[in-house]
């Protein structure tokens, strides 16, 4: 289901090199997101999900200056970014159109294999995998925790869906949303097509 710990390690420390050299603020921010490792949008994503309060899905540029503190962004390229999203000059941007520009592109044929992925695990097709959906495609039985008694059933299921989770907003909840956002990055440190096929077929049996 994810790549190895060496080669996430070289990802992130590839990806903040060319941080530094990039021009373009949206690619920068990409960049630095990923530089955090392949999780890295997704944790983003969530971040700027929970400053919503209102669940307008609309960012105001103040909101959007302080999401982006942590992320060491240069003020005028917050600025500029903000002015490219704000299409229409009403002083707010769509939380959705951004993420989309943000996400690595993938292509439509790993677009398919996340999108059977998902399918395949959301078997109730509410748009949600919840621990009651891993149930019945993954079985605990084989996790080394649970057959040294160190971890229950449930911890497994939880264990496995908090890959997908932001580590300060865990609901083991995960939306297709987030599942996307997840792959993206995933998919952003594998340079070929075979390799990343091999992977989710092999995590999901699909």
């Known amino acids: 289901m994810s790549i190895s710990a060496s080669h996430e ?8 090199k060319e941080s530094s050299m990039a021009t ?11 530089a955090r490792g392949t999780s890295g949008i997704k944790h983003f994503a969530k971040t700027f999900r929970i400053m919503d309060d209102d669940r307008s899905l609309s960012l105001r540029y103040d909101e959007f ?8 962004m240069r003020e005028d390229d ?5 002015d490219r999203l704000d299409k229409d000059g009403s002083g707010t941007i769509s939380f ?11 292509n439509q044929r790993r677009q398919i294999l996340v999108d059977k992925a998902f399918r395949k695990l959301d078997l109730d097709d509410d748009g949600i995998i919840t621990t009651h959906d891993i149930k019945r495609v993954y079985s605990a039985s084989r996790h080394p925790k649970y057959l ?12 496995y869906l908090r890959n997908f ?19 993206c990055g995933v998919s952003a440190s594998i340079d070929q ?11 999901w049996k699909i």
């Open 9 to 16: 390690s070289q990802f992130k420390i590839q990806c903040a």
């Open 24 to 34: 373009d603020p949206m690619e920068r921010l990409r960049l630095k997101c990923l």
């Open 65 to 72: 200056k302080t999401g982006l503190q942590d992320y060491q």
């Open 78 to 82: 917050v600025k500029k970014l903000f």
């Open 96 to 106: 959705d159109e951004f993420l989309i520009g943000l996400r690595p592109k993938m």
């Open 148 to 159: 040294n008694g160190e971890w229950t059933e449930q911890r497994v299921y939880e264990a």
């Open 165 to 183: 989770d932001s580590p300060n907003d865990v609901d083991y909840k995960v939306t297709k949303e987030e599942f996307y956002n997840y792959y």
């Open 193 to 203: 097509d075979p390799y990343f096929d091999l992977m989710m077929k092999q995590a």
